[in-house]
């Protein structure tokens, strides 16, 4: 699972979910990534802070690093 900012928006965050094989790479913190899925509706999950988070989750079917 992946957190995602948008590259034109920063507050515009996304869920984004993967088939583990789909990554042959490691992914760090800054790091520009294409992405290309499906918008699967609303994801809510708790934080570390305890507190529920809503975002847009899309499944990811190719995630390219820039």
Do not use: C, M
């Amino acid at each position: 699972v992946l957190r995602v900012a948008s590259f034109n928006n920063n507050s515009e965050i996304f869920y984004v979910t993967y088939p583990e094989e789909l990554l042959d790479f490691n992914l760090l913190e800054d790091d520009y990534i294409f992405i290309k899925g499906t918008l699967a509706g609303l994801k809510t999950y708790n934080s570390i802070f305890g507190n529920q988070v809503t975002l847009p989750e899309v499944h990811a079917d190719s995630i390219e690093l820039q």
